[in-house]
């Protein structure tokens, strides 16, 4: 296994004044070094990150946006912030950002409360399908306060676009959602723009988990097809656990007054000065190598696995991460998680699509390699590791 690029801290201020908490970060670094991360949506931030998140920013408080701030002192943090604004747009080819939102759920209410009112309708991703809490689960601040409408993956686990159409045409809704966070596959923005335009709805892209790859070129990005894109920034972006918004120019304003005051107060500036570090990081030319290696890496997992017997939920992966359907092995998702844990292998339970178990004991598994990869694994490390996972499954 190769080192990881962030080197593990010394704590020596908290070692002195919190010698308890101290032992469990120091236990909390040694498992991940040790442990092999799967989980799509973890990474392993750089050094600069840390430094970032950990610096006297987090004294500061700033409502307010760059320029229009309710508090003084706030020269430094106002070009810290523009900084990672302007990050962004040039990474994303953006015309507006809001570097702001806590993290990716409260992003997505952001954009909600901006574009809708309570009860209009909404079409999002069946949760066991692949879609996110967010995306209109009932069991969340989205399902309750909107009606949203499932769309589902077909029985060759993909995006069933027609359907996707003909419940738009049906039930007309003011906003279609699209993007995932359990699903292998590339998302076509444009076929669903076309659905969007043909109701006259909204369109906004959750690129939470394949942000990297679209930064990266491994992925077709959403624009300049949607209205508005959301991402979190510590997932394949490998930055703080933050989220920006991303939308044409006249949404601005709009969202801007949803974020703050509408739905939260003073910014997380050192999270925002950390998000500005590793949106330099994923602009460099390495970058793009990485996601490639990303994907090349997801491929070559779902290749083994799929030699070894595991059926994968559409068949294989064209993205970061990879979803087992264990029902043939007799084993649920929290059991093998379990399972996997205890050998050092870190992975997650997840429903598969129309999944007959519940989500808190699901029937799938979900594997993704953005964390490894950064570690320096390669194809081989990937067909090795389901080697290993096919050793404890069974």
């Excluded at 989205?142 to 949203?148: A, D, E, L, Q, V």
Aim: include cysteine; aromatic fraction near 8%; charge should be negative.
């Amino acid at each position: 296994m190769k080192d990881p690029v962030w080197i593990a801290m010394t704590y020596q201020f908290i070692k002195q004044s919190d010698p308890e908490l101290n032992s469990l970060l120091e236990a909390e670094d040694a498992r991940q070094a040790e442990d092999i991360c799967l989980i799509p949506s973890e990474n392993f931030v750089s050094k600069a990150v840390l430094e970032a998140l950990g610096s006297t920013l987090t004294n500061k408080y700033a409502e307010g946006y760059p320029g229009k701030r309710y508090y003084a002192g706030t020269r430094v943090v106002d070009q810290i912030e523009t900084l990672a604004i302007e990050r962004a747009k040039a990474l994303f080819g953006a015309e507006y950002v809001n570097v702001q939102p806590y993290s990716g759920s409260p992003a997505n209410m952001a954009v909600y409360a901006a574009l809708l009112q309570p009860g209009d309708t909404v079409l999002g991703l069946d949760l066991s399908g692949g879609g996110h809490l967010t995306h209109g689960s009932p069991v969340n601040f989205s399902g309750k306060i909107y009606n949203f409408v499932p769309y589902k993956i077909g029985s060759d686990g993909l995006i069933d676009y027609d359907e996707m159409a003909r419940l738009a045409k049906e039930h007309q809704p003011k906003l279609i959602v699209s993007g995932a966070t359990a699903y292998p596959r590339i998302i076509d923005f444009k076929r669903i723009q076309e659905i969007v335009e043909s109701v006259g709805a909204k369109h906004l892209a959750d690129i939470s988990h394949i942000a990297g790859l679209v930064v990266g070129g491994e992925h077709p990005s959403p624009f300049p097809f949607t209205d508005v894109v959301t991402t979190t920034t510590h997932k394949s972006l490998r930055g703080p656990r933050g989220a920006i918004i991303i939308s044409k120019a006249p949404l601005g304003a709009t969202i801007d007054k949803a974020v703050f005051p509408g739905l939260q107060g003073g910014p997380h500036e050192n999270v925002i000065a950390a998000l500005a570090v590793c949106l330099h990081e994923a602009a460099q030319p390495d970058f793009k190598q990485y996601a490639q290696q990303i994907v090349l890496n997801a491929k070559a997992l779902a290749d083994e696995l799929t030699k070894l017997g595991y059926n994968l939920v559409s068949g294989g992966t064209d993205n970061h991460l990879v979803l087992a359907d264990l029902t043939n092995t007799g084993l649920t998702g929290k059991q093998a998680q379990a399972a996997l844990e205890k050998e050092g292998i870190i992975t997650n339970r997840n429903t598969i699509p129309n999944d007959p178990r519940p989500p808190y004991d699901p029937s799938g598994l979900r594997l993704g390699t953005p964390a490894m990869t950064t570690r320096g694994w390669t194809e081989n490390d990937f067909r090795q590791i389901a080697q290993k996972i096919h050793q404890v499954l069974s």
